[in-house]
């Protein structure tokens, strides 16, 4: 092999690796924004008793360049987990139903899930969830896919005085 066949081999791999790397930094880049969701905040309501089912609360902030829709989630500790939207009928009752099609989350904007509003209800633990406790959810989103979060148990976000009754509470006994 001459010389110049050599340098010829050199610069092709050269490029190739060359090319290699830049594809390699453009797909890392493009996955870090793929999820675009930033989830905080998060808390859930310790149960009373025995009891089974509670709420959860959280922020879910859009970070990303397009909408999301938070689809469902789930738990290890739990038989069911739904996204339940709360509103008040004409008659001044408070009235939950879940979301079918989803939360919405629009690109660039954070949506407050909240006492009094939406929520995601949690049925069916394993066990009781007493303050200070943590529950594993699994957030499942249209496009950012599956989001790992724990959730302590307590009275508002950290635990801050007052913020959990701030909307009001609804009833959940019903489920």
Not at 65 to 94: F, N, Y
Not at 124 to 153: M, Q, W, Y
């Amino acid at each position: 092999m001459g010389r110049a066949t050599r340098h010829r081999i050199e610069i092709v791999l050269a490029l190739a690796l060359t090319l290699a790397a830049f594809l390699f930094v453009a797909l890392a880049v493009w996955a870090e924004q793929g999820t675009g969701i930033s989830v905080s905040q998060g808390w859930v309501r310790p149960t009373i008793g025995e009891g089974r089912i509670t709420a959860a609360y959280l922020k879910i902030q859009n970070i990303g360049d397009a909408a999301d829709v938070l689809r469902g989630a789930s738990s290890p500790k739990a038989a069911r987990v739904e996204i339940h939207e709360t509103e008040m009928t004409d008659e001044g009752v408070m009235k939950m139903r879940p979301l079918g099609d989803g939360l919405a989350i629009p690109a660039g904007e954070t949506v407050t899930l909240k006492p009094g509003g939406t929520h995601i209800m949690v049925m069916g633990l394993d066990g009781a969830l007493a303050k200070g406790a943590s529950l594993p959810l699994t957030l499942d989103f249209e496009k950012a896919g599956a989001v790992e979060i724990s959730v302590p148990a307590g009275t508002g976000p950290s635990d801050a005085p007052g913020e959990a009754d701030a909307a009001g509470g609804a009833d959940h006994s019903h489920h």
